[in-house]
């Protein structure tokens, strides 16, 4: 069905992103393997959203350079990327699903059928004849893991997913995304709430003014930081 | 038809011929409506969709041709259909084929333009999720017309409206034959002309009627649509 193509590894190197004359991301040299969850954190305005977008392909670099499993193609093939706030198309939550497969290449005649275990899997099965966006904040989130995981991913990027959701739907999309992991699809994930970083993160990649400050595994970086950034950041002072 | 007959008995009577200049107004202009949306909506979600020099030439171009005068296009219509025309060979001067290619040709603008406005602000939202999903440029058009397709029911509408209404391009490529190519607008003036102001005035309000039957009918679709899908 699909080409034995992989984007992982993900690889970046020396990248930079520079917008007018503001430096958005500053050379940063990154590998992404499959494994435990990666959580992407740092102050608002530290590039994660940014360097999410690269790493999906959906911005290029300024400086530096990208591949996705060696290759420098950044056509998303086994990526896909849930927005802080997703766009839902104009039709059904199922319609939303099957589009996604569709765009996949996902043969036409399995389609109803992987759309209607996507439903279930993110727990939408009931809602899956409503339009889309009548569906709360949290529903919307939840068919838009539905249509990533359409896509049959290795890689899934998400910015903030649970940044606008209240406690009960922040925690049954973690949920999903636990599952994902589980699965064996490698998470990256930006938040900026540090209960969350302890209950998913396999390991941290801290961010901060554009620069990535760390990288160490979750209970390291949340017990022992070692640069002063992501030491003021844990404490909880306002680092710019 | 008989002329002293008033307005209202005229309608209510069911006058045959008066029924007949009726369906021939509304065939017409529905027909240059959909041979407008099969160019005009294409071409509209392109050109919102694409980037080229001269892109903004040309939307700037579209946008005045939406106020084309009908005079000017059933003039030019008629020296290309008119005998000793380029062509004259498919002899459809005087036929309500060429009052469809008038109307469409007046009505190409206004759908495109509004299709491209419609698309491209749809496009600056939906741009992420659809690179994400690695939907190609065709696919991109499509989904960009099926889901904007309520908001695009005005373009429909700005586009039947203008057929509808129109009086000089009919008038000049379709030569108001009774009986053959007779609309209601070109009826309208003629009757007004000759002092008949009963007729006149009868075929005015059934336009009227029909136009806000139509844009009744649309209003009623979107708002249902926005119950529906948000």
């Keep these: 069905m699909r080409a034995p193509?992989?984007?992982?590894?993900?690889?970046?190197?020396?990248?930079?992103?520079?917008?007018?004359?503001?430096t958005i991301l500053d050379r940063i040299s990154l590998t992404i393997t499959p494994g435990a969850p990666t959580l992407l954190i740092g102050p608002n305005g530290s590039g994660k959203t940014?360097?999410?977008?690269?790493?999906?392909?959906?911005?290029?670099?300024?400086?530096?350079?990208?591949?996705?499993?060696?290759?420098s193609d950044p056509a998303p093939t086994r990526r896909a990327f849930v927005f802080q706030r997703p766009v839902m198309l104009r039709r059904t939550a199922s319609a939303n699903v099957t589009?996604?497969?569709?765009?996949?290449?996902?043969?036409?005649a399995h389609r109803p059928g992987r759309a209607v275990a996507l439903l279930e899997r993110v727990g939408l099965a009931d809602l899956a004849h409503r339009p889309a966006r009548l569906l709360s904040g949290g529903e919307q989130q939840r068919l838009a893991l539905a249509r990533a995981?359409?896509?049959?991913?290795?890689?899934?990027?998400?910015?903030e997913p649970t940044a606008n959701l209240d406690p009960a739907a922040t925690r049954a999309v973690e949920e999903i995304v636990t599952s994902a992991a589980q699965s064996g699809i490698k998470i990256v994930m930006a938040s900026h709430d540090l209960g969350q970083v302890r209950r998913l993160a396999g390991e941290v990649v801290f961010l901060a003014r554009g620069t990535l400050c760390e990288r160490a595994r979750a209970s390291e970086f949340l017990d022992h930081p070692s640069t002063p950034e992501a030491q003021a950041f844990l404490r909880g002072d306002l680092v710019i | 038809m008989p002329?002293?007959?008033?307005?209202?008995?005229?309608?209510?009577?069911?006058?045959?011929?008066?029924?007949?200049?009726?369906?021939?107004?509304?065939?017409v202009s529905l027909a240059a409506v959909a041979l407008a949306s099969a160019i005009g909506m294409p071409f509209g979600a392109l050109l919102a969709l694409t980037h080229f020099r001269g892109r903004a030439v040309l939307v700037v171009l579209l946008n005045a041709m939406m106020g084309l005068p009908p005079v000017v296009v059933g003039?030019?219509?008629?020296?290309?259909?008119?005998r000793a025309g380029p062509l004259g060979e498919l002899g459809?001067?005087?036929?309500?084929?060429?009052?469809?290619?008038?109307?469409?040709?007046?009505i190409v603008p206004i759908i495109a333009a509004l299709t491209r406005q419609t698309v491209e602000d749809l496009w600056v939202e939906y741009r992420d999720e659809l690179r994400a999903m690695n939907v190609g440029a065709v696919g991109r058009m499509t989904t960009l017309l099926w889901d904007a397709r309520f908001s695009l029911l005005t373009a429909l509408l700005a586009g039947f409206g203008r057929a509808a209404?129109?009086?000089?391009?009919?008038?000049?490529?379709?030569?108001?034959?009774?009986?053959?190519?007779r609309t209601m607008t070109t009826t309208v003036a003629l009757e007004t002309s000759k002092g008949n102001l009963p007729l006149a005035m009868g075929l005015g309000a059934i336009l009227i009627v029909i136009v806000l039957a139509i844009n009744a009918a649309a209003w009623g679709t979107r708002v249902w649509s926005q119950r529906v899908t948000g």
């Design chain 2, 75 to 82: 003039l030019a219509l008629y020296l290309l259909l008119s």
């Design chain 1, 50 to 71: 940014s360097l999410l977008r690269l790493c999906m392909g959906l911005a290029a670099p300024t400086g530096g350079r990208i591949s996705w499993g060696g290759r």
């Design chain 1, 149 to 159: 995981l359409a896509r049959d991913p290795e890689l899934l990027l998400l910015d």
């Design chain 1, 99 to 108: 589009y996604a497969l569709a765009q996949a290449g996902v043969p036409h």
């Design chain 2, 3 to 27: 002329d002293h007959l008033s307005a209202l008995q005229l309608i209510l009577s069911g006058d045959p011929a008066l029924l007949a200049i009726v369906r021939l107004s509304l065939g």
């Design chain 2, 165 to 181: 209404a129109e009086v000089g391009a009919v008038m000049i490529v379709g030569g108001n034959i009774d009986g053959f190519t």
């Design chain 1, 5 to 22: 193509i992989s984007d992982l590894p993900v690889v970046l190197e020396d990248v930079s992103l520079q917008r007018g004359v503001a």
């Design chain 2, 92 to 106: 459809i001067l005087f036929t309500p084929a060429a009052m469809v290619i008038a109307q469409t040709v007046l």
